[in-house]
């Protein structure tokens, strides 16, 4: 597997394997091992999903003994929520002009 590195954090997201590793970590923070247990992936793939995953901001780590414990990173996470809101409220608000044009035009009809 080539290695993917992005800060990017929809770039990240792109890919099924790491959007699972997100869905596991949403539940509850996990090393390595139990997080390839859950995926079709070797441990090897599943470090190199995280790793990128953490370039983008989306999972952070910290130690205990020798494993490296993996759980989402409430900052990243939250920016990606600001930036999809920000995405529907333009959406919503593009839509009401376009609604408010269209009643306009029955109006002066």
Not at 10 to 22: H, V
Not at 28 to 46: I, T
Not at 81 to 91: H, I
């Amino acid at each position: 597997m080539a290695t993917y590195e992005s800060d990017d954090p929809w770039s990240a997201l792109g890919d099924p394997t790491r959007r699972a590793i997100m869905e596991c970590l949403a539940e509850r923070p996990r090393a390595v091992g139990e997080l390839a247990e859950e995926l079709p992936v070797s441990r090897p793939a599943v470090s190199q999903h995280l790793k990128v995953l953490k370039n983008a901001g989306l999972v952070a780590e910290r130690s205990s003994g020798t494993r490296r414990i993996y759980r989402l990173n409430p900052a990243g996470v939250a920016a990606l929520r600001d930036q999809l809101d920000t995405f529907w409220n333009r959406a919503l608000t593009g839509y009401q002009d376009v609604a408010e044009e269209s009643e306009q035009r029955k109006e002066q009809s």
